[in-house]
């Protein structure tokens, strides 16, 4: 019995240059880039979910101790190197790889385009959304010379004209503008690609770092100087910009207006600075958002604090620690934690936790607080503790904590000798023999951030031409227009002109006004008005 179906065609097997051929369209398509795109922004989660090596060895070798099960597996899989692991690093490269795939084709089909002519004038002008004609009343303006003239008027209002027939009975002149939309686009993906490699020039080159320095202190930039480091994945040591400064003095001014009181309102560090070894040193300032440069390394101001001076000694009665101790802020009056170390005292190891007021005041309950930024009243209230402070058996601690695990408490609020209470210039004895500490006087100090990025300024100028570029996207029309004229029986000269846009263009009717206002100008002709506007209301 024979069937009407026709038998089914076996798939063909594709070879291997026809595989990678698919491969490869698949992979520059513009819906694969922003499927990467979306996949790298997943893929920079975990980098904020769980602690990196980079940022803080301490805490993700921590974070392995109190997670032994999922711990190993998560390293083994580089959740704690997210941004240089093997997964993270080929998704990049493959957006790389996509974006440039795609531009590519788009600049040379965009500079053909660039170098082709206007499309060919249609046979009905009067289907194009914009439409209308004009009736020259001279009949020394032949069809050829009309369509001449308005080749030059559609020139100055930028359009790219061509003549067409024009030795014809019915010569015309069609004209496009609107190129530089397309070069709009063009530029944007770029510039894109251009921001991407600037940020794995700054990932891979450069570093950054933080460092506390506190009055008549000073900072020479190497690597051990450091609080904080994080190189790029690349970055040699050797690089560092061999600069050191000094903080000379860090003054704060407070707004001291009843509506806004205690508000900050300036604040300015002023440093001694040398670029290098044997270079003249230069006084400085630094502000907010006014950073010191040396050589492309960039010192920011981020933040501020007190550093009370204290002396500590042991129950031998030997100085067991003398210097400044940052505080750490809490408020906007500066009251603020801190945290005493003093690993020498003997017999026993002294510690000390609590806070600091810059202007103490004490209320009805015997409760101290700060009243004000400024420190007209400064104030140590802290809690005593001897024994192991847990330095010496490597284990990486926290120089803003106090570990009491194997620690004793001497006084506190909680205790019968109570805590302690330091104004200025103030020593308090600690019990059972065990020393005494000294409130020395008081030192400001800031928190510095310092960033060399060798792709800061490749990424500043491709988001800048990506923002041109979209700006030209999407504010420049692309639009087509096309004058014909021809003689009617009258011996008189029909001029018919008609616009088309390239997608939306609300503005296009607009542009047909004016065409037409510009002709109508020009050879002081009868504007049909009611034949354009009938025209136009068919957009």
Known sequence: MASSAKAKTPPVSLTAVEMLRWAWRQLTSMR???????????????????????????????????????????????????????????????????????????????????????????????????????????????????????????????????????????????????????????????????????????????????????EDEGFTNTEIAYDSFFPGTNFDTDWLVPFSLTLDDFDVTFDRRE???GNPIDFTGSMTVQERPGVEPRNETLRVNEPIGFGGTNVYLI?????PVVTVRDGNGNIAYQGPVPALPQDATYNSTIVIKAPDAQ???????????????????????????DPFNPQLNLNSYYGDLGLNDGTPRNVYQLDTTNLTQLNGRNTSDGGIVLGAYQTYDLPQGKGS??????????????????????????????LIGLVATLCIPRRRAWVRATENADGQTLVEYALLARGKDHGLDKEALKIGGLLTTHWSASYDRNQHEKAGSRQ
Not at 359 to 371: I, P, Q, R
Not at 437 to 455: C, E, M, N, Q
Request: charged share 15%.
């Open 303 to 307: 933040g501020n604090g007190y550093a």
């Open 32 to 214: 694969t880039a922003l499927q990467l795109l979306l996949l790298l922004a997943v893929a920079a989660v975990p980098g904020s979910l769980f602690p990196q090596r980079p940022a803080n060895p301490a805490v993700v070798t921590q974070y392995l101790v109190d997670n032994p099960e999922v711990g190993p597996w998560l390293d083994r899989f580089q959740f704690f190197d997210v941004y240089s692991s093997v997964w993270f690093s080929a998704i990049y490269l493959l957006l790389f790889i996509s974006l440039i795939g795609c531009v590519i084709p788009r600049a040379a089909v965009y500079w053909k385009h660039m170098r082709s002519q206007p499309p060919i004038t249609p046979r009905r002008l009067s289907r194009m959304p914009q439409y209308g004609t004009l009736l020259l009343p001279s009949s020394d303006i032949d069809p050829e010379v009309a369509v001449q003239d308005a080749a030059v008027l559609l020139r100055r209002r930028g359009y790219r004209v061509q003549l067409r027939d024009i030795e014809t009975a019915s010569p015309s002149v069609a004209a496009e503008r609107g190129y530089l939309k397309e070069a709009g686009n063009l530029l944007f993906h770029v510039s894109l690609i251009g921001v991407l490699i600037a940020v794995a020039v700054g990932g891979l080159f450069g570093y950054r770092g933080q460092k506390l320095v506190i």
């Open 437 to 466: 500490i000294t409130f020395d006087g008081l030192k400001r100090y800031v928190a510095l951030d310092i960033i060399f990025d060798p792709g800061k300024t490749m990424a500043l100028i491709s988001t800048s031409l990506a």
């Open 259 to 261: 509506t806004n009181y």
């Open 347 to 373: 017999p026993d190891q002294l510690g000390f936790v609590g806070f600091f007021l810059p202007t103490a005041v004490v209320d009805e309950n015997g409760v101290a607080f700060g009243s004000d930024p």
